[in-house]
């Protein structure tokens, strides 16, 4: 898995929220930003357009505030993927068993 940057914001987030990338398109590495405006259990997900999953950036415990993660274009195995339309998904579990669930759009170009 990728390491995942605490964004240092000095105020929590009021919502939890997929941020989106950029650049987008992008080559060869895009940048992930995702808000917690709590603790979570949270998941980073790459998908293709057709719903097969790519890699997980990102799974585990996070605190709550503003986060990156970057994605270099490569699937779990580190082969690179082709050029498309893939999804980023976020998924965050609270402590109370709230569920945020959250996708974009992102375009890699080779």
Known sequence: MTAVTDLGSAATPA?????????NPFNPMTHIRFALDQPALARITI???TGQRIRTLVEGRAAAGTHEVWWDGRDAAGHNVST?????QMEAASEIGDVFRQ?????LIR
Do not use: D, H
Not at 15 to 23: I, K, Q, T
Not at 103 to 107: D, G, I, L, V, Y
């Open 84 to 88: 498309g339309v893939y999804l980023v």
């Open 47 to 49: 998908y293709s357009v």
């Open 15 to 23: 919502v939890a929220a997929l941020l989106g990338n950029y650049p």
């Open 103 to 107: 996708s974009r759009r992102m375009t």
